[in-house]
């Protein structure tokens, strides 16, 4: 009697077909841990940043009575009095040398009374650009605008 033997293993094509599919999903899983770390990076980056801006937003709305206009252009340049930079530890600086953040502010008037204010704060992380001689990311920026009253009815 002839005896029929199946197949009783691998053949190396199929084992070489498996460890590249593995390898393949191996490294989708890889790329998306490392957008997940990228991720999770900026999360934090701007949390730290809209932290800052509420710090900075309640400090100017407690002393909404003596503030001042800020000139044009106080959001998108560094205006004397109307910046600071913040280091790692969520302190203000004057400097931008070993700034995490630079963190700006505009006061303006809402229309024509001089007893409402628009106050915005624009924190942003302080990498510079190519294009750029001032510090500070203009993509990864967080912006906070509140309107207040000088006089307490």
């Known amino acids: 009697m002839m005896r029929r033997y199946g ?3 691998t053949s190396l094509i199929e084992a070489v077909i498996a460890i590249g599919l593995l390898t ?9 841990a490392a957008l ?7 999360a934090r980056d701007r949390t730290r940043a809209t932290l800052s801006a509420v710090q900075k937003l309640e400090s100017l ?9 800020s000139p044009s252009g106080a959001l ?10 913040v280091d790692a530890a969520g302190l ?16 303006t008037a809402l229309g024509g009374d001089a007893d409402l204010l628009v106050l915005t704060v ?32």
């Open 61 to 69: 709305a407690a002393a909404v009575r003596g503030l001042a206009p």
């Open 76 to 85: 998108e340049a560094d205006v004397p009095g109307f910046v600071e930079y």
């Open 92 to 107: 203000s600086t004057e400097h931008a040398a070993g700034a995490v953040f630079v963190r700006r502010w505009r006061v």
């Open 36 to 42: 997940a770390v990228q991720t999770n990076a900026r």
């Open 122 to 153: 624009e924190v942003a992380p302080c990498r510079r650009r190519s294009w750029s001689s001032s510090c500070g990311d203009p993509d990864a920026r967080v912006r906070l605008t509140t309107v207040r009253a000088r006089v307490v009815p």
């Open 24 to 32: 393949g999903g191996v490294m989708v899983l890889a790329s998306l």
């Open 7 to 9: 197949p009783a293993g």
